[in-house]
């Protein structure tokens, strides 16, 4: 087999790799904005939730929590009378998005702190309540802030997603080592991996630099 030969196998878990990065990430942004804002919350027990989700997703190992959720939490549902079976590409998307989402609610927490006193202060002389603060005024100024390193968290998330060939999920990982185990062309193989996920990174990122200067202007429009 060629190199070419190679190619519809590898583009086919290229596409399981993008839907999963596309997912993970996406639910993953919502998990950092809840937990970042829930850490700023001066309600405890929202706090202390917020909190230790945080430390323990950040504390432990992104493939740990993999198998975790894929292997171990299957046979707690069985202990408790439940069926917690969980597909591969629900237990993946779902491992992935609970990791970049607490490194991401560090993020979302650091730019609405980064917000000046000022603005909160003009927000609480207009009888603004917290709500209506925190909306309006703290995170249309602390998106711009969070995009750069959510850039970088998408890239990171991207690159993880290698994991989940381990779980039986046909990513592009999974299948170049199928291709790889059946030709023992492991050169070829791993080189147009290595070259494939470098293209995905590079289309990633300038993704994600054109949302980062979208909103840079948003918010200068706001200025």
């Known amino acids: 087999m060629d190199w070419l030969s190679y190619s519809p196998l590898l583009l086919e878990g290229a596409w399981v790799t993008v839907k999963l990065t596309i997912y993970?990430?996406?639910l993953g942004a919502f998990f950092a904005f809840a937990f970042g804002i829930g850490k700023l919350?001066?309600?405890?027990?929202?706090r202390a939730l917020a909190i230790t989700f945080i430390e323990v997703f950040r504390g432990t190992s992104l493939l740990v929590q993999l198998f975790?959720?894929?292997?171990?939490?299957?046979?707690?549902?069985?202990?408790?009378?439940?069926?917690?079976?969980?597909?591969?590409?629900?237990?993946g998307t779902l491992a992935l998005s609970l990791n970049i989402g607490a490194y991401g609610a560090e993020v979302v927490r650091g730019a609405l702190q980064a917000v000046p006193p000022s603005q909160l202060e003009a927000a609480k002389a207009l009888d603004f309540t917290e709500s209506q603060t925190l909306w309006r005024i703290s995170i249309p100024q602390a998106i711009p802030e969070m995009m750069p390193s959510f850039g970088n968290l998408a890239v990171q998330n991207l690159k993880d997603t290698a994991l989940v060939s381990l779980i039986s999920?046909?990513?592009?990982?999974?299948?170049?080592e199928q291709i790889r185990n059946y030709t023992q062309d492991s050169t070829t193989v791993?080189?147009?991996?290595?070259?494939?996920?470098?293209?995905?990174?590079?289309v990633l990122t300038a993704i994600?630099?054109?949302?980062?200067r979208y909103t840079s202007r948003w918010r200068a429009g706001r200025a």
């Open 24 to 26: 993970s990430t996406i």
């Open 190 to 202: 791993y080189t147009l991996l290595l070259c494939m996920y470098f293209g995905m990174a590079l």
């Open 41 to 46: 919350s001066r309600i405890l027990p929202i």
């Open 208 to 212: 994600m630099k054109i949302l980062e």
């Open 68 to 91: 975790w959720l894929y292997f171990a939490l299957p046979l707690l549902g069985e202990m408790l009378g439940f069926d917690w079976r969980l597909p591969p590409v629900l237990a």
């Open 169 to 176: 999920l046909t990513d592009l990982a999974f299948r170049a």
